[in-house]
Nanobody, 122 residues
Framework: QLQLVESGGGLVQSGGSLRLSCAASGFPLNYYAVGWFRQAPGKEREGVSC????????YYTDSVKGRFTLSRDNAKNTVYLQMNSLKPEDTAVYYC???????????????WGQGTQVTVSS
């Protein structure tokens, strides 16, 4: 079965940058749509950025457009989320996911990583 492991989270100051990584094993990630989701305490898990298996359709939620970039490295079976100009409101647990969905919503994703904490201080 497909397994996903996130890394790269941590504590940064407002305006800083982080790059999250999601390493896949057990199956090629390029067979799936992939996405990054985040969940803050007391909030619903929301889609941050998602991309189709063919790389033909990419989505970013409005609050991160121009700051975050999703990318794949098929040779490494890894997906990344480059996060720049971080804000305190970006603080959340970030999850990598893979699935069959065509939209950036949890219902379209079947495989999930364990999550990595991102904390942005002001």
């Amino acid at each position: 079965q497909l397994q996903l492991v996130e890394s790269g989270g941590g504590l940064v100051q407002s305006g800083g940058s982080l790059r999250l990584s999601c390493a896949a094993s057990g199956f090629p990630l390029n067979y799936y749509a992939v996405g990054w989701f985040r969940q803050a305490p007391g909030k619903e898990r929301e889609g941050v950025s998602c991309i189709s298996h063919s790389n033909s359709n990419t989505y970013y939620t409005d609050s991160v457009k121009g700051r975050f970039t999703l990318s794949r490295d098929n040779a490494k079976n890894t997906v990344y989320l480059q996060m720049n100009s971080l804000k305190p409101e970006d603080t959340a647990v970030y999850y990598c996911a893979a699935g069959s969905g065509y939209i950036c919503h949890t219902s379209g994703y079947q495989y999930w990583g364990q999550g990595t904490q991102v904390t942005v201080s002001s």
